[in-house]
């Protein structure tokens, strides 16, 4: 008699879900500027320096895991994982590794993944090839494609150029494997998946919600993400990050 209980409870802890391998809800953001607003184009592609940190502060307080794409599968062995992208590959980019240095302490590393347009490296206001080799180096961050020319990918014809080409170019200035493609525009069809499995194992799209795994066919190529642009307040983007 006074076994049942706990035999009852073994079986039970081997029924439930452990927290750890529940599936959550991961949430992938996307930010392209992080400067002042210079007046030049949209507005709400920058966020300050001062409102990211604030942001990232938020995410290290609140136990946040910030994760990269290689590290897909360990994403369940986490707390609060969460990634942190940036398209386009610009030149302010370098104020995230800033306050990522200031930031980071022994339980919170941060790391997020610049999405850069090969073709686009080394203009004005871009990162360099020196830039991302001292970036890639460094290790905070994984770079990754966003195409060599950003065009619509449901409308070009040469694949090999604008998928493949792009990730050796990215390959040979980091040293390091780029196994995500963000697509420009957030353009995507059954004929862009096909392409880009050939080369990548991940394709982000500007889909606003969070990633849960449904164990759907292309769902690692139509991974969603969601904008934090220059009017969020810190009370929306800690709705948008917490899990609901
Ligand atoms: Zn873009």
Same mark, same amino acid.
Do not use: C
């Given at each position: 008699m006074?076994k049942t &209980?706990?035999?009852?409870?073994l079986i039970?802890?081997h029924?439930?879900?452990?927290?750890?391998?529940?599936?959550?809800?991961v949430p992938?953001?996307?930010?392209?500027?992080?400067d002042k607003?210079?007046?030049?184009?949209?507005?709400?592609l920058?966020?300050?320096p001062q409102n990211f940190?604030e942001?990232?502060?938020?995410?290290?307080?609140?136990?946040?895991?910030l994760f990269?794409?290689?590290?897909?599968?360990d994403?369940n062995?986490v707390?609060?994982?969460?990634?942190?992208?940036?398209d386009?590959?610009?030149k302010n980019?370098?104020?995230?590794?800033?306050?990522?240095q200031?930031?980071?302490?022994?339980?919170?590393q941060?790391?997020?993944?610049?999405?850069?347009?090969?073709?686009?490296?080394g203009r004005?206001?871009?990162?360099?090839?020196?830039?991302l080799?001292?970036?890639a180096?460094?290790?905070m961050i994984s770079?990754?494609?966003?195409?060599?020319?950003?065009?619509?990918?449901?409308?070009?014809e040469?694949?090999?150029?604008e998928?493949?080409?792009?990730?050796?170019?990215?390959e040979?200035?980091?040293n390091k494997p780029?196994?995500a493609?963000?697509? &420009?525009?957030?353009a995507?069809n059954?004929?862009?998946?096909?392409?880009?499995k050939?080369?990548?194992s991940?394709?982000v799209?500007?889909i606003p919600?969070?990633?849960?795994?449904?164990?759907?066919k292309?769902e690692?190529?139509l991974? &969603?993400?969601?904008?934090?642009?220059?009017?969020?307040?810190?009370?929306?983007?800690a709705?948008?990050?917490?899990v609901?």
């Open positions: 006074k &209980p706990i035999a009852a409870l039970l802890i029924i439930l879900p452990s927290p750890i391998f529940a599936q959550q809800k992938i953001l996307i930010y392209h500027s992080i607003y210079n007046g030049l184009g949209s507005k709400e920058y966020v300050t940190e942001q990232m502060r938020y995410l290290r307080d609140h136990g946040f895991t990269t794409f290689e590290r897909w599968q994403m062995k707390n609060k994982p969460i990634f942190i992208t940036f386009d590959g610009y980019n370098w104020n995230v590794i800033e306050i990522f200031k930031l980071r302490n022994e339980r919170f941060p790391t997020a993944t610049f999405f850069v347009i090969s073709d686009f490296i004005s206001n871009r990162l360099s090839q020196s830039d080799k001292r970036i180096v460094e290790g770079i990754q494609s966003h195409t060599a020319t950003h065009p619509d990918l449901t409308k070009v040469n694949y090999p150029y998928l493949k080409v792009s990730k050796d170019k990215i040979q200035i980091t780029v196994v493609l963000a697509y &420009p525009f957030g995507v059954k004929k862009v998946i096909e392409e880009t050939k080369y990548y991940f394709g799209t500007t919600e969070k990633f849960q795994k449904t164990g759907g292309d690692l190529y991974l &969603p993400r969601i904008y934090i642009k220059y009017s969020t307040s810190l009370e929306e983007f709705k948008i990050v917490e609901e």
